[in-house]
């Protein structure tokens, strides 16, 4: 068999095409692969698929390919344009690779797989390729793939936001609670985000008043955009972000209080974990500390007694166990843990929802975790498209549909 015939039945061609000629240099480390169509070969017009068009002219283009062994491969051809008596001249489209692209379609299988494993940049290392290229190759499948995603079954949201680049540039990530996966990503993190989430989950064959419950902080700009534009949804505030509202006003307790008490320096983690995460040393530190008469060890104690509210077995219980800790909190005269139960108190309901609805942003706060790890490794995106479109590819579960 000859080498052309061997290549041509590994390439996959049908006629017109055929690999004409093969070129390998072993010191270069390089197979060129020259491809053709037969002399006076005729093409289906690519737009109303009308047979046998005559070509109107050509051009050479070039085509990494997957290496042949440790050697790299490129492919050459001839691109033909042919004339469709209704069409006009229109450009053909070779089986091997998509339009625009530098790329065969099983190179950028192989890249898009790297990818999804690896920063952008050592992908682009291993292949031998600028990570300008490989970037062009992600956001092409992804974009695709995203155009092709169906958000029906959305009935569960979870939103929050992430830091684009530190200290600046926030995104708002949109979680199919159900289906855990990344269903939008948008730049900012207020009302607006949201009615752009609505427009997206039309677009994507969903309906924004399927949309029954929805998780989130207690950002006024969230609550606005979903009072707005998720109008069948009822509220569930992250139990997360409300114990946290209740930690940092005990935080605030001690750092004023140890201006005075030198004995509560270095103490903030004891009163912020929960006990079973402290060493030994550390449960006996913090039990000599609330024996002493402190305003921080009165603060520790409400934020203890928040924390039961979820242990409660159900919201009429919950709503109880509620009130009677505000009435606590409230004629605590500590400043910072009064102003957190008034906090509390005006998302009562959306806090109590969490009995009914059972859901937290645990789940996107994990995928928030993915993302920063994703984005350390690769000491940053260079923009926001970048950060979206690494975040569909790890967390939204698309269907690329790579070649095989």
């Not at 055929?18 to 390089?30: H, I, L, P, Q, S």
């Not at 269903?183 to 993190?189: A, L, S």
């Not at 993302?371 to 939204?396: D, E, H, P, V, W």
Request: with cysteine; hydrophobic share 40%.
């Amino acid at each position: 068999m000859r080498d052309t015939d061997l290549m041509q039945l590994a390439l996959g061609l049908i006629p017109p095409w055929m690999v004409k000629a093969c070129t390998f240099d072993a010191e270069a480390r390089r197979l060129d692969i020259e491809i053709d169509f037969a002399r006076g070969g005729r093409f289906p017009c690519p737009h109303c698929a009308k047979a046998d068009c005559p070509v109107h002219d050509t051009a050479m283009q070039t085509w990494r390919h997957l290496d042949f062994f440790q050697h790299q491969a490129f492919l050459h051809s001839r691109t033909p344009r042919i004339t469709c008596p209704d069409c006009g001249v229109k450009q053909i489209a070779v089986p091997w690779a998509r339009a625009g692209s530098g790329f065969t379609l099983l190179f950028e299988a192989l890249a898009m797989t790297l990818m999804t494993a690896m920063p952008v940049a050592a992908a682009a290392r291993l292949v031998g390729e600028h990570d300008t290229r490989m970037w062009r190759v992600l956001h092409h499948w992804v974009e695709q793939a995203r155009e092709r995603a169906d958000y029906a079954d959305v009935k569960r949201v979870a939103i929050d936001e992430t830091a684009a680049r530190r200290g600046h540039d926030y995104v708002s990530l949109f979680v199919d609670i159900d289906q855990r996966r990344v269903v939008f990503v948008t730049e900012g993190r207020g009302a607006d985000t949201v009615a752009e989430f609505a427009d997206d989950l039309e677009a994507h064959n969903g309906d924004a008043s399927h949309v029954k419950q929805v998780c989130i902080d207690m950002s006024a700009a969230f609550i606005k955009g979903v009072t707005d534009n998720l109008t069948e949804a009822e509220i569930t505030f992250d139990k997360f972000h409300a114990v946290k509202l209740v930690n940092d006003a005990v935080d605030k307790v001690r750092r004023a209080e140890s201006k005075g008490r030198p004995e509560l320096k270095r103490s903030r983690y004891l009163w912020l974990r929960n006990q079973p995460s402290l060493s030994a040393e550390s449960r006996e530190q913090l039990t000599s500390l609330t024996r002493l008469h402190l305003k921080t060890a009165r603060a520790y104690r409400i934020r203890l007694a928040f924390q039961e509210i979820y242990q409660q077995p159900n919201s009429d219980w919950g709503a109880l166990f509620l009130d009677r800790w505000y009435s606590w909190a409230i004629r605590s005269r500590l400043e910072p843990i009064k102003e957190a139960a008034r906090t509390v108190m005006r998302h009562r309901d959306g806090i109590l929802a969490w009995f009914d609805s059972q859901i937290a942003n645990g789940l996107i706060e994990g995928i928030n975790s993915l993302i920063q790890a994703a984005k350390a490794k690769a000491r940053g995106y260079r923009s926001t498209r970048t950060l979206k479109a690494i975040t569909y590819l790890i967390a939204g579960k698309l269907e690329l549909k790579l070649p095989t």
